[in-house]
């Protein structure tokens, strides 16, 4: 069994049920990615991030988002340090490698854009210092649909667009959720998870997954798809060329995490609502009509498909 299949086996007996958000938070990790989780409260966010860090020995830090949290309270700020008599920096949650972005739609405007700079360049500006974050770093984000419309801030197009994956965890099975009263009824969000690779086996995958092979087949049908969205008459806003990228490296992380050195379709289709849903959106006439995944669906069946012959 691989170091990868290993690392999936662990979470899956520490988070039951969710083993397709574990492969993606896995895939977004190797390819520098962050991931919004939505669901409601009580759904084991928390404990799935927490168990993510833990086993490939990463540095876990949480922030719980509220109206009045600062964008310092996510970077760090310089202040003042009477003793020593000079300004000393003390850095925020965000120098870590798994940063817990807990409820992100409750922060004002101004405090959710202070993780911009952090998720695409991975550093931080702190009075005019540039601090370099750890490596691997990833931001969970999670939100609630349910208190949607009651005092907070939805995420703006710019803020979206920075996340590789969004995420819709739906309630356990009745199975599964036998067996979480079965594993955690005697001690209740406490997870014993073995730490099964390291930070610098992370960083060799991450390597490998670049040299994953994508045929020109591949990319022209990732760009046909792409462009398709640009020039539908029900929708508004249209995948960016960042989203081309992102369904490019989230297809080439899916190839990797299922032992294949090459992309097919197949991993096209299957990461294509996770990268895609949250960057577009439609009209207000589309909106009355339609249902956005259906509509992505649709377009991604009208897209003549490579041979897969071809593209190995």
Request: proline content about 5%; overall charge negative; aromatic content about 6%.
């Amino acid at each position: 069994m691989t170091s990868i299949s290993l690392l999936q086996q662990e979470l899956n007996k520490a988070i039951i049920g969710r083993k397709e958000e574990i492969d993606f938070m896995l895939m977004g990790l190797l390819v520098q990615g962050h991931v919004l989780l939505e669901s409601v409260p009580g759904s084991g966010k928390t404990m799935m991030a927490k168990a993510f860090a833990e086993v490939i020995h990463g540095e876990f830090k949480r922030l719980q988002f509220t109206p009045d949290v600062l964008p310092s309270d996510v970077t760090g700020i310089s202040y003042f340090h009477p003793q020593k008599q000079e300004f000393v920096l003390r850095m925020g949650p965000v120098m870590s490698n798994i940063l817990l972005a807990d409820e992100i739609n409750r922060a004002t405007p101004r405090t959710q854009s202070s993780l911009l700079e952090a998720m695409e360049e991975k550093q931080v500006s702190i009075d005019g210092e540039t601090i370099p974050l750890l490596k691997p770093f990833m931001v969970i984000a999670t939100q609630n649909p349910v208190e949607s419309q009651q005092g907070t801030f939805p995420l703006p197009a710019a803020q979206l667009d920075r996340f590789l994956f969004k995420l819709t965890i739906d309630y356990p099975s009745q199975e599964e959720e036998k067996s979480i009263l079965q594993q955690f009824g005697h001690s209740p969000g406490k997870v014993n998870i073995n730490k099964i690779v390291t930070l610098d086996q992370i960083e060799k995958w991450t390597e490998q997954v670049k040299e994953v092979t994508v045929h020109d087949d591949i990319m022209t049908y990732i760009i046909q798809i792409v462009h398709h969205t640009r020039n539908h008459p029900y929708i508004e806003l249209g995948l960016s060329s960042r989203a081309s990228l992102a369904v490019l490296q989230a297809a080439k992380a899916y190839a990797f995490v299922n032992n294949r050195t090459f992309v097919t379709p197949d991993d096209v289709k299957k990461i294509i609502e996770p990268v895609c849903l949250h960057r577009m959106k439609l009209s207000s006439q589309g909106m009355l009509i339609h249902n956005l995944a259906e509509i992505l669906k649709t377009i991604v069946e009208e897209v003549e498909v490579p041979v897969e012959a071809n593209v190995r």
